[in-house]
């Protein structure tokens, strides 16, 4: 490898990398915050929710991954541009497609992991996030109880409570009565209680100022003793078993929807798969066109601020993607085919994105894209006058 092209990868990759971090923070953040609003009445340990959210780190993944290469090709070819280190590369000799390569060999990894990524991670995690959901839930304390009754349900327990807190955690008035593995019986009661959740979900009551009392199995001896703290374990009431992976299409991997594709099951329908497939697929070579579409778009006439031409270039991403998830979600409906829907859109964005590489590269003095950043500039420019400007304060 040229030194030069080493010297590309690092400018690219730089700002790749900080679009991955700094948009995986925010997503999984969003995401914590909504687990934690949801799972805050539940006492939840923090660790099931810590593995919800890695779950979620291949399908937030596929959605910053093709998003962060063309910001760090949009990124560098501006600051490439304007350092003029790529009018000197090209007066040296070096063509935009001798620079392109480094940049496409980086795309071309880009698709194989987000290949790896959307085809079989995403829907391994996808149904791992759904079933953890699950068991957090429907393994509830709330859903075995009933206030001022007895019930049972908790490993063979009878258990009276007289008062619960509206967060189901601190109770009140507790009579507990089971056997031991003796065969004994045994009454708790104590004036009140926390119920305690542990990392796998397991229950335990902790009992404060009660008494334990003990009868035999014959029922010729007992015992008793006062206890100011006690902890009773519980056993939870087990959710009904999660449904098995692949009810849903977005759970099956790429392999799974090419075969299903062909003999569907009664419970999935073949639109979806069809949607599926074709969605996953396009996404995928999306990935390869974007540095086409970046370096040109970031190489825009110097006139344009830096900044417009940087929003402007992820604009033009968003509705892209938008675009593919309406022809999607058409595909789902029936209300129009793959290709139509889907790949048409990527053909056209393709073409669209070599064809402005190729402007860029054959005729240095034309830039299809120059007009349209100067206009709105000029825009900009006028909205700025229009608002008043800020008085100085009087020394």
Not at 75 to 82: G, P, T, V
Not at 229 to 258: M, N
Not at 273 to 289: K, P
């Amino acid at each position: 490898m040229r030194l030069i092209d080493l010297y590309i990868l690092r400018r690219v990759a730089m700002p790749l990398f900080a679009a991955v971090g700094i948009a995986m923070a925010a997503l999984l953040m969003q995401r914590l915050i909504h687990l934690l609003d949801l799972f805050a009445n539940r006492g939840s340990p923090l660790s099931i929710i810590m593995k919800m959210l890695g779950n979620m780190v291949p399908f937030y993944l596929g959605i910053a991954l093709p998003a962060a290469l063309f910001i760090g090709v949009l990124y560098a070819s501006s600051r490439l541009s304007s350092d003029s280190e790529l009018d000197a590369m090209r007066a040296s000799g070096i063509s935009l497609a001798r620079i392109m390569v480094p940049i496409l060999g980086l795309s071309i990894i880009m698709m194989i992991a987000s290949s790896y990524i959307l085809g079989w991670a995403q829907p391994y995690t996808r149904f791992g996030y759904r079933a953890l959901v699950h068991l957090v839930t429907n393994t509830q304390w709330d859903s075995a109880i009933e206030r001022g009754a007895f019930f049972t349900g908790f490993g063979g327990k009878t258990m009276l409570i007289g008062d619960i807190s509206t967060d189901g955690t601190e109770l009140s008035k507790i009579f507990v009565k089971e056997k031991d593995d003796s065969g004994n019986s045994v009454v708790l009661t104590a004036e009140r209680g926390d119920l305690q959740k542990r990392p796998d979900l397991s229950l335990s009551l902790m009992l404060r100022n009660g008494v334990r009392s003990e009868t035999s199995a014959t029922g010729d001896s007992s015992r008793a003793m006062i206890f100011d703290q006690l902890e009773l374990p519980l056993e939870s009431v087990a959710a009904d078993p999660f449904r098995p992976r692949g009810e849903k299409e977005s759970e099956l991997t790429i392999y799974e929807l090419f075969k299903y594709s062909f003999n569907t099951p009664d419970y999935l329908d073949i639109e979806d798969i069809q949607a599926e497939i074709n969605e996953r697929i396009t996404r995928t070579l999306s990935i390869f066109f974007l540095p086409f579409l970046a370096l040109p778009v970031g190489m825009s006439s110097r006139r344009t601020a830096k900044s417009l031409r940087m929003v402007v270039g992820v604009l033009f991403l968003i509705f892209y993607y938008y675009i593919l998830q309406f022809g999607e979600a058409l595909v789902r409906r029936g209300k129009l085919g793959a290709f139509p829907a889907l790949w048409v859109p990527c053909l056209l964005f393709g073409i669209a994105s070599l064809w402005l590489f190729w402007i860029a590269d054959r005729r240095p003095g034309q830039d299809p894209l120059a007009h349209l950043f100067e206009a709105l500039s000029a825009v900009g420019g006028w909205l700025r006058r229009l608002l008043p400007r800020p008085r100085k304060a009087a020394s």
